[in-house]
């Protein structure tokens, strides 16, 4: 084979685009958590705002529709100084019949410097920071079941800012791990930040075994999957999975891997709980659990503010 | 017109022949093999000095894309792109728009590619009616309009029972059926189920589909007599259950991918779609398997599997874009290159591509069931000479066929070809081989 080099990297190993978690040097995942570290105090100021990428254009492309994910990154480019142009892809061009590079081209022409990508299909980002312009940058929100990096970051933020440290932990991810991008995400995260036991918990149907060559402990008994856990991060069970070949119906779903307070007793006293959103009440995750004391989920949105805009303004800074 | 080859290395894998000599041609024949008497007096001399004189490859996948594509002239650029690759006769599958199902189609698509003066096309017809795995076509019209064989192309027959008729009915013509082993529920992936597929998200096609469809044709097969062509396996597992067939007597041949018998799913890299390929890459395990079995003559016979796509075709997302990559004008550097990498003799690797596939093909040839694929005195003139010391960089605009997509793309590869005769004439010569 020939080898390749990993794009999201410039010659010099500097981060020009955001595409997967996978590959990408712990120093640098530890530059983004340190950079959003100092801009949730932006936040929380009268003036929300920093002239980082003043004059700069940043292009949401939701190719597939997320209002939440899309308004976190608007938010985060606004208070970066950026002007900020929201296309909802799904509902114009592509249903006319442009293809994916079209549209690409036609928007580097209206001088993009940014795009936030969210594409249905795996791997559609890489494609599109293949053929954009050099100086224009690419940010992965999501594609298919492949990657969602910058919730994987705000993930090891929400951890690091509760446990401090990584190299002690147990991390147990419970769901729908085969069609998650998060979890993905997560677990290159966290082996890259050197977590020991990484446990994905679910049905076999859910969490096939061939996980374990990404580092992880695959367990399909949620009792043995939580026991002693420092973090549990539950993933949210899509609709259209919840009765079918996959899983027989929710309520069976949630009577085995749901997280309610008698099965979170089994984590280490403090354990936090996370979740990517939005969360299915009584199907992923009990309602005592999700608004309990060891429910860390609207954190994890507020720190997902600052590590979007850490991310934004580390690539806009680094040349192809 | 007569035509004396002079002093190359004359390789025939069907004789075992491997000797520098001589061979004169003339009214499409080779009419002397090593020596030739002094009275032959060619129109046309070529020196071949320093290169190998072998068959005209024969491969038996390739699509060309007609009918469907008349007016963007795919058949002249893949014809072309087969003479330019070595490739004397060459096999079609049936999956084109419309489907080859009927003989005025078969008899159309012939005579077009004989109007070409290039090299020999041989289609396969469908089995099945628009190839919907329901009614059986007509085979005898079919056969009688040109047809070597009967296959399903990528769509699968998922009805048993329609397979087993179809299977009985062909056996009882002596009618070759070809098949890629691929169960249709479980085959529904883009790439090979594994730990690469599923850390990059990608839906996974599992080699249960492979070994649960061999083990379904080994059944009707045993049941009902019919001699299948297996059609570019994929997995260790299935080269197994292809073993075990063969050694219990099953009328079963085999070929295998020339891009799953080099590359394995690591190669999709970040996301190359050139690398979207039926059936998928799977794991070095598969790939190993494959090459040895290829060189223990489990599987027999090698393929391009060359598969013309648009460029706008391939720039999509991996799971988007649509299989397939050009082949033809590889074939012989990457048999070259397997050779080479598992020690094979030039005469072995070059079976491979040659005497085999012909083997395959065996009476449907017709009049060159003799003769293609090899070298034989009196038998047709296809041959192709190439360089076999001559490395070249494969750089896809330089390529003949429209098709620009390749998982080769960069490869420094073994062989290049300098001229390739069809029946006596030449059909393609490099600019370095006219004299």
Known sequence: ?320 | MKILIRQGRIVDPASGRDAVGDVAIAAGRIVALGSVSADFTPNRTIDARGLVVAPGLVDLATRLREPGHEHEGMLESEMAAAAAGGVTSLVCQPDTDPVLDEPGLVEMLKFRARSLNLSHLYPLGALTRGLKGEALTEMAELTEAGCVGFAQAEAPCRDTLVLHRALSYASTFGYTVWLRPQDAWLGHGVAAKGPLATRMGLSGVPVIAETIALNTIFELVRDTGARVHLCRLSSAAGVERVRRAKAEGLPVSADVAMANLHLTDVDIGYFDAAMRLTPPLRQQRDRDALRAALADGTLDVLVSDHTPVDADAKNLPFAEAEPGATGLELLLSLALKWGADSGQTLARTLATVTSAPAAVLGDALGTLASSAGRLVEGGVADLCLFDAGADWVVHADALRSRCRATPFAGYELPGRVRCTIVAGHPAYEAAEARA
């Open chain 1, 1 to 320: 084979m020939l080898a390749q080099r990993n794009p999201q990297l410039n010659a010099h190993g500097e981060l020009i685009h955001l595409l997967s978690i996978e590959g990408l040097p712990r120093a640098v995942l530890t530059q983004i958590l340190d950079t959003a570290g100092s801009f949730l105090s932006v936040n929380d100021r009268e003036v929300k705002k920093v002239p980082l990428l003043r004059g700069k254009s940043v292009f949401n492309l939701f190719f597939e529709n997320s209002t939440r994910t899309r308004t976190t990154f608007e938010i985060a480019a606004k208070r970066l100084s950026a002007d900020v142009i929201n296309l909802d892809i799904a509902r114009s061009s592509t249903a006319k019949g442009e293809s994916l590079l079209d549209t690409i081209a036609n928007l580097s022409a209206m001088h993009a410097d940014m795009f936030v990508v969210r594409h249905g299909e795996s791997g559609a980002p890489y494609l599109i920071a293949k053929h954009c312009a050099p100086h224009v940058h690419v940010v992965n929100a999501g594609d298919g079941r492949h990657a969602h990096p910058t919730q994987g970051l705000l993930d090891m933020y929400t951890i690091r800012h509760y446990k401090k440290d990584f190299s002690g932990l147990t991390v147990a991810i419970v769901g729908d791990i085969v069609h998650s991008r998060v979890a993905r995400s997560d677990i290159h995260a966290l082996t890259t930040l050197g977590v020991p036991e990484i446990r994905a918990v679910g049905p076999k149907t859910l969490v096939p075994g061939d996980l374990r060559e990404m580092g992880v402990r695959v367990c399909h008994d949620m009792v043995e999957g939580i026991r002693g856990a420092d973090v549990i991060i539950m993933l949210r069970l899509q609709n259209e999975r919840m009765s079918g070949a996959l899983l027989p119906s929710a309520g069976e779903f949630f009577k085995n891997y749901g997280l309610t307070p008698e099965k979170l007793a089994l984590a280490k006293p403090d354990a936090i709980v996370m979740h990517p959103g939005p969360i299915n009440r009584g199907v992923e995750i009990d309602s005592a659990v999700a608004d309990g004391r060891q429910s860390v989920i609207l954190p994890q949105v507020t720190f997902g503010i600052a590590v979007r805009m850490a991310v934004m303004s580390i690539i806009a800074g680094n040349n192809a």
